[in-house]
């Protein structure tokens, strides 16, 4: 199955954020640390570069992420022209009074008392963008809650002397590229639940645990993953947690709905769903089997009469 999903506000935010950001100087875009790559919108990174902007690149969830994977994908992220990286908690009011002090070092010709920094904040939908906002303000101006697309408006606050925030709705880009990347987000609730099959998100979520993870699932569930397939994880996950339907079968939806909020409320532990390593094997395995793919209708085609 192929994830996709990109309600209508979601168009018309992208425009208004590109205008807005003829008007700001530093972009912050809100990353999940968790799988910072697929989280994050390649709209916004055209956006800031058509502007030359830099970016304030935020590994937020830091505290839910493998801290080992969320040190490579900062050196990784901060390699980049005009991009630096900083592993937070938006709930960690020390870790969001950190964020104004970062911008200006990416805007110092903004640090002479006379004009003020003006920093936009950007992401997709569910990765913390409204509780950075909230706490950077020190009080609450924007929606906060555990579903995608809470923040439908923008909005440009006054964040102190010298000093404005533009907030913007979560946005997706219209076309999810790779298949894993629709199943991450879904993984970690940044897709609606009405565009993803539960049980599938939790058999890839689960595969990767198993694959990086077991000693996390056997504490966290008292199971032997050692010789488990991802579907039998939820099963076993399920019989557990006596996930039964009438007649006394399994419910396999309840016990896949039970492994994805374990990873999303972080009490299996702290997990990273992807590495800049596993990603470039993902994306080179995924255009290889296109590319063989390609040439295969391209010599269906040539063989026709």
Not at 34 to 51: D, K, Q, T, V, Y
Not at 207 to 213: F, M, N, Q, V
Request: proline share 6%; net charge neutral; hydrophobic share 45%.
């Amino acid at each position: 199955m192929s994830i996709q999903w990109f309600p209508g506000h979601m168009a018309s935010a992208r425009k208004k954020a590109a205008e807005a950001m003829a008007a700001i100087d530093v972009v912050i875009e809100v990353t999940d640390a968790r799988l910072p790559e697929a989280s994050g919108n390649p709209m916004i990174s055209e956006l800031r570069r058509f502007r030359n902007r830099p970016c304030l690149k935020l590994l937020n969830k830091a505290d839910l992420a493998d801290p080992a994977v969320t040190r490579v994908w900062m050196d990784f992220y901060n390699r980049q022209p005009g991009v630096k990286a900083v592993a937070v908690s938006a709930r960690n009011a020390s870790d969001a009074a950190r964020v104004p002090a970062l911008c200006r070092q990416l805007a110092p010709h903004r640090d002479d008392g006379t004009k003020p920094l003006r920093m936009m904040i950007m992401g997709i939908p569910n990765v913390g963008k409204s509780t950075l906002m909230n706490a950077l303000l020190k009080r609450k101006v924007a929606k906060v809650g555990d579903e995608p697309a809470v923040t439908k408006h923008q909005q440009t606050l006054d964040l102190g002397p010298g000093m404005t925030l533009t907030d913007t709705p979560g946005m997706m880009w219209p076309k999810i590229d790779y298949d894993p990347d629709g199943y991450m987000l879904a993984a970690s609730h940044a897709i609606g639940r009405n565009a993803v099959i539960d049980e599938e998100v939790a058999a890839f979520l689960g595969s990767i645990l198993l694959e990086r993870y077991p000693a996390l699932l056997a504490a966290r569930y008292r199971i032997d993953p050692s010789s488990l397939d991802a579907q039998a994880l939820v099963e076993a996950i399920g019989r557990r947690r006596g996930c039964l339907v009438k007649g006394g079968g399994l419910d396999l939806e309840k016990a896949s709905l039970i492994l994805l909020q374990d990873y999303r409320d972080g009490v299996i532990g702290r997990i990273s769903l992807e590495t800049p390593e596993s990603r470039a094997a993902m994306i080179a395995r995924i255009e290889t089997e296109r590319a063989e793919a390609a040439a295969g209708d391209g010599q269906a085609d040539d063989g026709e009469e």
